[in-house]
């Protein structure tokens, strides 16, 4: 008799279901080609849930890896667990401690530069006109994401004639786009060719993608000099673009809702401390208060405002993008980078 059930246990086809599947408290074993246990689904022993577990002794062990689920709750169990995003190959390595704490690494990215040269010469000819400097243009080599910083350097020889001194403002357009900020003001010596340098640290405002373009603009603010002019015979302009190196730094993902992106958190209060150790992307509803920030670390933190009008100060030192404390209205977003020493800030104000 035996036999006859190997035999039928081989070669008979397999079962198919259609309706429930009834084990009482029996397991559901899996084994491979070779009947070696695999795995196994069941109640756990206790009986507060169930389970779906590698094991390869029959009996549900966290440590090998498994998932437990019971009344509201879900558990990922295992000394290395792996969340993958679906339709996506972006994941997020996560650790748990032996206290059920999870931590995550951020992928290592690499720092990238570009770099661009140029030997334009042309007159700036009318007050406030932005004029891009020809062959000033570097690509970008990597996805640069809100609130991701990067940095860029420029110098640019120009020089004036017959009157006063004048004012230039130098620039950073994307995508062949005109700048739509303040930028760099430096006064520049009448009847002499010199070289401005202007380096600065952006936080970017928006996405911009790989292959995109970052170039120099440059304009004048007043027409005291008869000629104001890129003078490339002078030297040559230089541009260069980079991204720091980045990711290496430690996540702490326990009670995080979602890896890598903590909860918003509402706060209303006449002041606040916004520390974004409880989470990297935080809103808050403003009614006439002060905010200071604090950071576990280095990293790129996003805070939404609404009424941002209300607010009274923030007394934490920001280097703002252009140097300039933006004028608060509406709703505003503000990316913030803080870099371990100090914080880097820009704003998209009066967001609709």
Same mark, same amino acid.
């Given at each position: 008799?035996?036999?006859?059930?190997?035999?039928?246990?081989?070669?008979?086809?397999?079962?198919?279901?259609?309706?429930?599947?009834?084990?009482?408290?029996?397991?559901?074993?899996?084994?491979?080609?070779?009947?070696?246990?695999?795995?196994?689904?069941?109640?756990?022993?206790?009986?507060?849930?169930?389970?779906?577990?590698?094991?390869?002794?029959?009996?549900?062990?966290?440590?090998?890896?498994?998932?437990?689920?019971?009344?509201?709750?879900?558990?990922?169990?295992?000394?290395?667990?792996?969340?993958?995003?679906?339709?996506?190959?972006?994941?997020?390595?996560?650790?748990?401690?032996?206290?059920?704490?999870?931590?995550?690494?951020?992928?290592?990215?690499?720092?990238?530069?570009?770099?661009?040269?140029?030997?334009?010469?042309?007159?700036?000819?009318?007050?406030?006109?932005?004029?891009?400097?020809?062959?000033?243009?570097?690509?970008?080599?990597?996805?640069?994401?809100?609130?991701?910083?990067?940095?860029?350097?420029?110098?640019?020889?120009?020089?004036?004639?017959?009157?006063?001194?004048?004012?230039?403002?130098?620039?950073?357009?994307?995508? !062949?786009?005109? =700048? @739509?900020?303040? *930028?760099? /003001?430096?006064?520049?010596?009448?009847?002499?060719? %010199?070289?401005?340098?202007? $380096?600065?640290?952006?936080?970017?405002?928006?996405?911009?993608?790989?292959?995109?373009?970052?170039?120099?603009?440059?304009?004048?603010?007043?027409?005291?000099?008869?000629?104001?002019?890129?003078?490339?015979?002078?030297?040559?302009?230089?541009?260069?673009?980079?991204?720091?190196?980045?990711?290496?730094?430690?996540?702490?993902?326990?009670?995080?809702?979602?890896?890598?992106?903590?909860?918003?958190?509402?706060?209303?209060?006449?002041?606040?401390?916004?520390?974004?150790?409880?989470?990297?992307?935080?809103?808050?509803?403003?009614?006439?208060?002060?905010?200071?920030?604090?950071?576990?670390?280095?990293?790129?933190?996003?805070?939404?405002?609404?009424?941002?009008?209300?607010?009274?100060?923030?007394?934490?030192?920001?280097?703002?993008?252009? !140097?300039?404390? =933006? @004028?608060?209205? *509406?709703? /505003?977003?503000?990316?913030?980078?803080?870099?371990? %020493?100090?914080?880097?800030? $820009?704003?998209?104000?009066?967001?609709?």
């Amino acid at each position: 008799m035996s036999n006859v059930k190997n035999w039928v246990a081989e070669n008979a086809p397999a079962p198919e279901l259609g309706g429930q599947l009834i084990t009482k408290d029996f397991p559901i074993a899996y084994t491979d080609a070779g009947g070696v246990l695999q795995g196994a689904s069941g109640n756990t022993a206790d009986g507060t849930g169930i389970y779906i577990s590698h094991t390869l002794t029959g009996t549900y062990d966290p440590t090998e890896g498994g998932a437990f689920m019971s009344s509201g709750k879900l558990e990922l169990n295992g000394t290395n667990v792996l969340i993958s995003k679906l339709a996506s190959t972006d994941h997020v390595q996560v650790y748990a401690t032996p206290d059920g704490d999870l931590y995550g690494v951020e992928p290592p990215i690499s720092g990238w530069d570009d770099s661009a040269t140029s030997t334009a010469n042309f007159e700036l000819a009318t007050r406030d006109q932005w004029y891009q400097i020809t062959g000033l243009s570097c690509t970008v080599q990597q996805d640069i994401l809100t609130g991701d910083r990067y940095d860029t350097t420029a110098h640019i020889f120009v020089a004036e004639s017959g009157g006063k001194d004048e004012d230039v403002v130098i620039s950073y357009g994307i995508n !062949g786009a005109a =700048p @739509t900020g303040v *930028g760099k /003001s430096t006064r520049v010596i009448k009847d002499t060719a %010199t070289a401005i340098p202007v $380096s600065t640290s952006v936080i970017a405002a928006s996405d911009i993608s790989a292959g995109q373009t970052v170039e120099v603009w440059v304009k004048k603010t007043k027409d005291n000099a008869s000629t104001l002019f890129i003078d490339g015979p002078s030297g040559t302009h230089t541009e260069t673009l980079s991204v720091p190196s980045g990711g290496s730094g430690v996540i702490d993902l326990t009670d995080s809702t979602f890896p890598t992106y903590a909860v918003f958190q509402n706060v209303f209060a006449a002041s606040a401390a916004i520390d974004f150790a409880n989470g990297n992307k935080q809103a808050l509803d403003v009614t006439g208060l002060s905010l200071t920030f604090a950071a576990p670390g280095p990293g790129s933190f996003i805070l939404d405002m609404v009424n941002s009008d209300a607010l009274t100060a923030i007394t934490t030192p920001v280097l703002w993008d252009s !140097g300039t404390v =933006p @004028t608060w209205a *509406g709703r /505003s977003v503000l990316a913030l980078f803080y870099d371990g %020493t100090n914080w880097f800030g $820009s704003a998209l104000v009066g967001a609709t």
